[in-house]
């Protein structure tokens, strides 16, 4: 039985159900994400309890960002209550490997009960507890798993962190009938990937998608721990929806307009350099300890066969490195916020990097040098040092 | 026939005594006043120099007839009110009757006037309150005041001017609150040779709001209209003048009770931000009552309810209001300057507004939903209505009780009001808290004093005079609420507030790297287009080679915005707008006039504060113990740039104290 019509047949103030300690505990973890830790409305913090059929789905929301998921359970009554989220999670994780029964009694207490441990919570009225929106029905697209995972990890650290009108907190997801991109930017980096040789189903023309940051966070946990191979994506006017597996994964759309990226991604870097991504890091590493603590400014000198990569401030000294490259071209020398670097040499895992310059003005670009099955590439704005 | 009178000075005395002219912007809003009582549909404002050369503001409006053209410069002389009762309904901006002798006396006055159905105009000429020309003469009709050379004969209050860019934005946001008021309108602003603003008529607030501000700011907006019925009029006790009057009741006054027939309704119109939009200051709240700007506490805080737990404490939206009510329900004698006002029904109205504002928002923001509905929150605290204020604590006592709110029933799913973070750190009694020697760290903009980097004069004499050896003793515990610093010494206990701290160390660093010419800066992704609006405009034509030498890069693009390039680094690319908004407005509120080092002292704090580390964020150890081994090498570890305290310490004697083994 599907979690949303449960929740639909319930709303009575009765409930008594049994369940296994693990699985319980299974989804209880996977749900402390969302649950709403420095709330200021007391019903965050409570999970919605809801049993019918064979199941008992548990909800989580921030008002953003929700999760309903569900185990089987022993249902002896139908019914729904709340209960406080972190404090059940914590007690839960104590118990012993055992079957616990849960049993909702007068004025929203909850009783658990585990083997002879008995403990009694209270919780708030069940109607007290956010409506979610339901699952739609139509325009339903199965995107693997994995992929969506790897593109998250590929582009999630360049989202801004703060919201304004020039950038999103949040990443772009374009489907089309045979490709996914995402992108992502914090107005001084952007991350771009694509995976092309997919099909999707369903989809004609460009499908794109706002993704919130929290979300993209959580949808990356959910898949990093899920046997599902394949999720399921739908959205309406103003909830996205990502199922995986049991669980349900909805967020609120975030409204703007994403910049128009395709003018920035550089077309005539014509200085391009191949470095040995573990060494780029290390040298970057040593250098930016003596730079500025607020700018992390570095400076790049290319010149012929050597790559010099030099910082300095008034109060720690300086530092110079170099490293060797093929490179025949006009020297150049430009700066970069060496986190934006080592941020995205991190991403890439192990492997050559092509970095692609024009000049000390123009965005600077970082992609892999072999190619894989994704297209990615990273553009970094250059800094005046 | 001429329609001015000379109030009865029994009434002229009851008026606030009181000066109407500060600043050129005040002849400004004096004039403009007129202006539109006058029914004028056009209305165009010259100044020079940032109006302490020129004023001049030209209507087409009633005009004046001869004799009245003269008596408007009598003390006291109107034609809007005629007695004391006309105080209860004021309906028009203007009603002292004292702008024009005023304005007359401390400069050199021209009118030109002409009612339409008069065959000729009149020409006055005031020189420092004397009349010295009055002639007829071919003029079109309205009525066109000139004013030349402000203060020329009161030197001391000229030498108090601010600089010209500071009045000039003065006056430009003056016009532009006054032209968002009248969309039907015409209104035009020009510094000598530079049109500020040119508005016509639009057909209602909103195209105004656009015409203005642009569409960035409209689509950041929502549309607040509502409606709701008087179920009385009048006061629920006597107006202050009254009750100040030991002299008894007047036989001429009126009864307690007005015309009980109709009670008449409240309005209010306007827009209110989305929350995405944060402003650190009031600054951005435009409340109008009657077509009056007014600025009003009970209002604000009407609004901050609104806005609980959709934005936090210390931020504030955009709010442009129109609240129309009764003309006897508001009390608009309360000082010269007319921007405050006494609400009659003080409870009901903010009820009204917050309700209101709070139902715009909520229709804004529907998903998911809540199945109950949010309670509203009991009413506005005593302390902020008008009365309670006023001293007369019996007489607001029982307003209070009689008007007092039915107790909330039934479960509410509001919050409970966010404690501010103070609370952790009010110790009792027994406890003192010295250091820099602020109780409160509450953020309260309002309290700040503006200047650099004056610390508070310690209470305590034994506070220490040298911080920094203390400082770098200090041995970080952890964080309270990811906010403050604990830190222990042998000398006691602290709290550092995090973000303070970042920012002193970083403003320091920021006008050191800014006098060595070793400023770094980041280029943006893609040029942001920032909207300015007409001072902040003024103010940044002056100061546009300050902030290129500090990182900035922007050109102008269009008349209204500038793109910007490139920005000072550590500052996030989100954060550039605000930074750059709020910088400007805070040098065009300006009180001195603006030298380079004040320039640049704000640059930095503005840059420091939006590259600091912020409150709510989890520092490890190494990064608490680096934050305070810098804080320790800055000049002035005690207070930030915007003079908030940064440490406050809590001595071993006083611990022993408290726990009473000393
Ligand atoms: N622009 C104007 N057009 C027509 N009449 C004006 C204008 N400005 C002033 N007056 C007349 O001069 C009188 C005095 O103006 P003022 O000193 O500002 O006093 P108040 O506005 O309080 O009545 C007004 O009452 C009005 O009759
Ligand atoms: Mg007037």
Same mark, same amino acid.
């Given at each position: 039985?599907?979690?949303?019509?449960?929740?639909?047949?319930?709303?009575?103030?009765?409930?008594?159900?049994?369940?296994?300690?693990?699985?319980?505990?299974?989804?209880?973890?996977?749900?402390?994400?969302?649950?709403?830790?420095?709330?200021?409305?007391?019903?965050?913090?409570?999970?919605?309890?809801?049993?019918?059929?064979?199941?008992?789905?548990?909800?989580?929301?921030?008002?953003?960002?929700?999760?309903?998921?569900?185990?089987?359970?022993? =249902?002896?009554? &139908?019914?729904?209550?709340? $209960? !406080?989220?972190?404090?059940?999670?914590?007690?839960?994780? +104590? #118990?012993?490997?055992?079957?616990?029964?849960?049993?909702?009694?007068?004025?929203?207490?909850?009783?658990?009960?585990?083997?002879?441990?008995?403990?009694?919570?209270?919780?708030?009225?069940?109607?007290?507890?956010?409506?979610?929106?339901?699952?739609?029905?139509?325009?339903?697209?199965?995107?693997?798993?994995?992929?969506?995972?790897?593109?998250?990890?590929?582009?999630?650290?360049?989202?801004?962190?703060?919201?304004?009108?020039?950038?999103?907190?949040?990443?772009?997801?374009?489907?089309?009938?045979?490709?996914?991109?995402?992108?992502?930017?914090?107005?001084?980096?952007?991350?771009?990937?694509?995976?092309?040789?997919?099909?999707?189903?369903? =989809?004609?023309? &460009?499908?794109?998608?706002? $993704? !919130?940051?929290?979300?993209?966070?959580?949808?990356?946990? +959910? #898949?990093?721990?899920?046997?599902?191979?394949?999720?399921?994506?739908?959205?309406?006017?103003?909830?996205?929806?990502?199922?995986?597996?049991?669980?349900?994964?909805?967020?609120?759309?975030?409204?703007?307009?994403?910049?128009?990226?395709?003018?920035?991604?550089?077309?005539?870097?014509?200085?391009?350099?191949?470095?040995?991504?573990?060494?780029?890091?290390?040298?970057?590493?040593?250098?930016?300890?003596?730079?500025?603590?607020?700018?992390?400014?570095?400076?790049?000198?290319?010149?012929?066969?050597?790559?010099?990569?030099?910082?300095?401030?008034?109060?720690?000294?300086?530092?110079?490195?170099?490293?060797?490259?093929?490179?025949?071209?006009?020297?150049?020398?430009?700066?970069?916020?060496?986190?934006?670097?080592?941020?995205?040499?991190?991403?890439?895992?192990?492997?050559?990097?092509?970095?692609?310059?024009?000049?000390?003005?123009?965005?600077?670009?970082?992609?892999?040098?072999?190619?894989?099955?994704?297209?990615?590439?990273?553009?970094?704005?250059?800094?005046?040092? | 026939?001429?329609?001015?009178?000379?109030?009865?000075?029994?009434?002229?005395?009851?008026?606030?005594?009181?000066?109407?002219?500060?600043?050129?912007?005040?002849?400004?809003?004096?004039?403009?006043?007129?202006?539109?009582?006058?029914?004028?549909?056009?209305?165009?404002?010259?100044?020079?120099?940032?109006?302490?050369?020129?004023?001049?503001?030209?209507?087409?409006?009633?005009?004046?007839?001869?004799?009245?053209?003269?008596?408007?410069?009598?003390?006291?002389?109107?034609?809007?009110?005629?007695?004391?009762?006309?105080?209860?309904?004021?309906?028009?901006?203007?009603?002292?009757?004292?702008?024009?002798?005023?304005?007359?006396?401390?400069?050199?006055?021209?009118?030109?006037?002409?009612?339409?159905?008069?065959?000729?105009?009149?020409?006055?000429?005031?020189?420092?309150?004397?009349?010295?020309?009055?002639?007829?003469?071919?003029?079109?009709?309205?009525?066109?005041?000139?004013?030349?050379?402000?203060?020329?004969?009161?030197?001391?209050?000229?030498?108090?001017?601010?600089?010209?860019?500071?009045?000039?934005?003065?006056?430009?946001?003056?016009?532009?609150?006054?032209?968002?008021?009248?969309?039907?309108?015409?209104?035009?602003?020009?510094?000598?040779?530079?049109?500020?603003?040119?508005?016509?008529?639009?057909?209602?607030?909103?195209?105004?709001?656009?015409?203005?501000?642009?569409?960035?700011?409209?689509?950041?907006?929502?549309?607040?209209?509502?409606?709701?019925?008087?179920?009385?009029?009048?006061?629920?006790?006597?107006?202050?003048?009254?009750?100040?009057?030991?002299?008894?009741?007047?036989?001429?006054?009126?009864?307690?009770?007005?015309?009980?027939?109709?009670?008449?309704?409240?309005?209010?119109?306007?827009?209110?931000?989305?929350?995405?939009?944060?402003?650190?200051?009031?600054?951005?709240?435009?409340?109008?009552?009657?077509?009056?700007?007014?600025?009003?506490?009970?209002?604000?805080?009407?609004?901050?309810?609104?806005?609980?737990?959709?934005?936090?404490?210390?931020?504030?939206?955009?709010?442009?209001?129109?609240?129309?009510?009764?003309?006897?329900?508001?009390?608009?004698?309360?000082?010269?300057?007319?921007?405050?006002?006494?609400?009659?029904?003080?409870?009901?109205?903010?009820?009204?507004?917050?309700?209101?504002?709070?139902?715009?928002?909520?229709?804004?923001?529907?998903?998911?939903?809540?199945?109950?509905?949010?309670?509203?929150?009991?009413?506005?605290?005593?302390?902020?209505?008008?009365?309670?204020?006023?001293?007369?604590?019996?007489?607001?006592?029982?307003?209070?009780?009689?008007?007092?709110?039915?107790?909330?029933?039934?479960?509410?799913?509001?919050?409970?009001?966010?404690?501010?973070?103070?609370?952790?750190?009010?110790?009792?009694?027994?406890?003192?808290?010295?250091?820099?020697?602020?109780?409160?760290?509450?953020?309260?903009?309002?309290?700040?004093?503006?200047?650099?980097?004056?610390?508070?004069?310690?209470?305590?004499?034994?506070?220490?005079?040298?911080?920094?050896?203390?400082?770098?003793?200090?041995?970080?515990?952890?964080?309270?609420?990811?906010?403050?610093?604990?830190?222990?010494?042998?000398?006691?206990?602290?709290?550092?507030?995090?973000?303070?701290?970042?920012?002193?160390?970083?403003?320091?660093?920021?006008?050191?790297?800014?006098?060595?010419?070793?400023?770094?800066?980041?280029?943006?992704?893609?040029?942001?287009?920032?909207?300015?609006?007409?001072?902040?405009?003024?103010?940044?034509?002056?100061?546009?080679?300050?902030?290129?030498?500090?990182?900035?890069?922007?050109?102008?693009?269009?008349?209204?915005?500038?793109?910007?390039?490139?920005?000072?680094?550590?500052?996030?690319?989100?954060?550039?707008?605000?930074?750059?908004?709020?910088?400007?407005?805070?040098?065009?509120?300006?009180?001195?006039?603006?030298?380079?080092?004040?320039?640049?002292?704000?640059?930095?704090?503005?840059?420091?504060?939006?590259?600091?580390?912020?409150?709510?964020?989890?520092?490890?150890?190494?990064?608490?113990?680096?934050?305070?081994?810098?804080?320790?090498?800055?000049?002035?570890?005690?207070?930030?740039?915007?003079?908030?305290?940064?440490?406050?310490?809590?001595?071993?004697?006083?611990?022993?104290?408290?726990?009473?083994?000393?």
């Amino acid at each position: 039985m599907p979690v949303e019509a449960i929740a639909s047949a319930t709303g009575t103030t009765t409930m008594e159900i049994t369940v296994s300690k693990a699985e319980l505990l299974r989804e209880l973890t996977a749900t402390q994400g969302v649950v709403e830790r420095k709330t200021t409305i007391p019903i965050l913090s409570n999970y919605l309890f809801e049993a019918g059929g064979d199941k008992l789905s548990l909800t989580a929301t921030d008002l953003d960002l929700s999760l309903r998921t569900s185990c089987n359970a022993k =249902v002896k009554k &139908e019914g729904a209550c709340t $209960i !406080p989220a972190r404090k059940l999670h914590d007690y839960v994780k +104590l #118990l012993p490997d055992a079957d616990i029964t849960i049993k909702l009694l007068e004025n929203h207490w909850v009783s658990i009960r585990c083997g002879r441990s008995n403990t009694k919570m209270v919780g708030m009225a069940r109607s007290n507890f956010p409506s979610l929106p339901a699952f739609p029905t139509a325009g339903v697209v199965k995107i693997p798993g994995q992929v969506l995972r790897s593109m998250i990890a590929k582009t999630g650290f360049a989202i801004a962190s703060e919201e304004s009108r020039y950038t999103l907190n949040g990443g772009l997801m374009v489907l089309k009938p045979e490709s996914i991109t995402m992108v992502a930017t914090d107005g001084h980096r952007l991350s771009h990937v694509e995976r092309p040789g997919e099909k999707f189903e369903g =989809v004609s023309g &460009e499908m794109k998608t706002l $993704i !919130p940051k929290k979300c993209m966070d959580e949808l990356k946990s +959910l #898949l990093d721990s899920t046997d599902a191979e394949v999720i399921e994506f739908a959205k309406d006017e103003s909830t996205l929806f990502f199922r995986i597996g049991q669980r349900l994964l909805t967020s609120r759309q975030l409204t703007g307009q994403f910049p128009n990226f395709e003018a920035v991604l550089p077309k005539d870097n014509n200085k391009s350099i191949t470095l040995h991504g573990d060494e780029l890091s290390q040298a970057i590493s040593r250098v930016a300890q003596f730079a500025d603590e607020r700018s992390r400014a570095v400076r790049l000198k290319l010149e012929k066969g050597e790559l010099k990569l030099s910082a300095s401030s008034t109060e720690t000294g300086e530092s110079e490195d170099s490293l060797e490259i093929d490179y025949n071209g006009d020297a150049l020398t430009i700066g970069f916020n060496a986190q934006y670097i080592l941020d995205f040499l991190k991403a890439v895992g192990a492997g050559d990097v092509k970095l692609e310059l024009k000049d000390a003005q123009s965005a600077g670009q970082l992609r892999p040098a072999e190619g894989e099955d994704y297209k990615y590439r990273y553009i970094v704005m250059p800094m005046r040092i | 026939m001429g329609k001015i009178h000379v109030l009865p000075e029994h009434v002229a005395n009851k008026i606030a005594a009181g000066e109407v002219v500060e600043r050129p912007a005040s002849v400004v809003k004096e004039l403009l006043e007129n202006s539109l009582d006058a029914g004028s549909t056009r209305i165009r404002i010259q100044v020079e120099a940032g109006g302490k050369k020129l004023i001049q503001v030209t209507d087409n409006g009633c005009g004046m007839v001869r004799d009245d053209a003269l008596l408007a410069f009598e003390r006291h002389a109107t034609s809007k009110i005629k007695d004391a009762e006309d105080l209860l309904s004021v309906a028009t901006l203007g009603f002292r009757g004292e702008a024009l002798p005023s304005i007359g006396s401390v400069s050199r006055l021209r009118l030109e006037t002409r009612a339409p159905d008069e065959p000729s105009g009149t020409i006055v000429e005031i020189n420092g309150g004397k009349i010295f020309k009055v002639e007829e003469a071919g003029l079109p009709a309205g009525t066109s005041i000139t004013i030349r050379d402000l203060f020329f004969n009161i030197p001391a209050r000229k030498k108090f001017l601010k600089a010209e860019s500071t009045e000039l934005s003065h006056i430009a946001s003056l016009v532009t609150h006054y032209a968002l008021a009248h969309p039907d309108k015409h209104f035009e602003l020009h510094s000598a040779t530079n049109a500020m603003l040119v508005a016509p008529p639009v057909a209602g607030y909103s195209e105004r709001v656009y015409q203005v501000f642009g569409k960035e700011t409209l689509d950041q907006m929502i549309p607040v209209a509502a409606v709701q019925p008087l179920e009385r009029i009048g006061l629920p006790q006597p107006p202050p003048w009254r009750r100040s009057d030991p002299s008894g009741g007047n036989q001429q006054e009126p009864g307690e009770v007005l015309d009980p027939a109709p009670f008449g309704e409240m309005r209010v119109h306007g827009f209110v931000s989305k929350p995405e939009i944060q402003k650190l200051n009031r600054n951005s709240i435009y409340v109008f009552v009657n077509g009056r700007l007014i600025r009003d506490r009970l209002v604000q805080h009407a609004l901050t309810e609104a806005y609980r737990n959709i934005l936090p404490p210390t931020v504030y939206p955009v709010v442009l209001l129109f609240l129309e009510l009764p003309s006897g329900e508001v009390d608009v004698n309360v000082h010269p300057s007319k921007t405050e006002v006494r609400f009659r029904q003080g409870t009901v109205m903010h009820d009204f507004v917050r309700d209101s504002v709070r139902a715009a928002l909520m229709k804004a923001r529907p998903v998911p939903q809540f199945a109950v509905e949010i309670n509203a929150r009991p009413t506005a605290t005593p302390s902020l209505t008008p009365g309670a204020r006023a001293g007369n604590v019996a007489a607001s006592a029982a307003w209070r009780d009689l008007y007092a709110p039915a107790e909330a029933t039934g479960f509410s799913l509001q919050a409970p009001v966010p404690p501010p973070v103070n609370e952790n750190f009010q110790f009792g009694e027994a406890f003192r808290v010295e250091g820099n020697a602020a109780l409160s760290l509450a953020r309260a903009p309002q309290l700040i004093p503006t200047d650099g980097c004056t610390p508070p004069v310690p209470d305590e004499p034994e506070a220490p005079s040298d911080l920094a050896p203390s400082l770098a003793s200090l041995k970080p515990l952890g964080q309270i609420r990811e906010s403050f610093i604990l830190a222990v010494n042998h000398e006691g206990l602290w709290i550092v507030d995090q973000h303070v701290a970042h920012e002193r160390v970083l403003f320091e660093k920021i006008l050191k790297q800014r006098a060595a010419l070793k400023v770094e800066s980041q280029r943006l992704l893609m040029p942001l287009l920032v909207e300015l609006t007409p001072a902040q405009q003024a103010v940044f034509s002056e100061i546009s080679d300050e902030l290129a030498q500090n990182g900035f890069e922007a050109e102008p693009f269009g008349s209204r915005s500038i793109a910007v390039k490139i920005a000072p680094a550590g500052v996030d690319a989100t954060q550039v707008e605000h930074m750059l908004h709020e910088l400007l407005d805070q040098l065009s509120r300006e009180e001195q006039s603006i030298n380079l080092e004040k320039v640049r002292a704000r640059i930095a704090a503005s840059i420091a504060c939006h590259a600091a580390i912020k409150v709510n964020m989890p520092l490890e150890q190494n990064k608490m113990e680096w934050l305070l081994a810098e804080l320790a090498k800055t000049d002035c570890p005690m207070s930030c740039p915007h003079g908030r305290p940064v440490v406050l310490r809590y001595s071993l004697k006083d611990i022993q104290k408290a726990f009473k083994r000393i």
